[in-house]
């Protein structure tokens, strides 16, 4: 599902021989180590009628500086397969990632989303996540690539988010 929802989403930004590479079987290894740590992230799923994983997200405690320690949380990935686009799958799994983080006790989320993401970033951008400044330059698959960091508030039940008067 990763290795597939990369593929799609990427196939402008990265070489297509390097998306073609992307092994899932080395994937889902990787994942299985992520999730056995001791520091594993939370992970959440979202499931077609037939049980099948068509998203999923995966957030933890910020580990990076620009942040007080244990205020914010990032999100660290949000991925959906092409066919569960644009059908409100990866909202309800960024609200829930979201609320789950802020019960947890976390402040402020922050993610990092490649500058030459249009419709990841609209995605975010209509969640109220907003562009910080904050650009990272990242190679992979042989291409450099400017990362955006992204944040956004996060507010629980018993403290709702300000209102102006």
Known sequence: MHVRSWRAAYRDLLPGPYLDALDAEERAAT?????TAPDRPRVLVATAGDGRVVAFSCFRAWRGEGFPPGTAAELAALYALPEAWG?????????????????EGFRTAALWVLAGNARGRRFYEAAAWRADGTVVTEETGGVMLDELRYQRKLFDRATPPPTSI
């Open 87 to 103: 059908r409100g799958v990866g909202r309800a799994l960024l609200a829930a990632s979201t609320e789950a983080l802020a019960r």
């Open 31 to 35: 994942w299985r180590e992520r999730l």
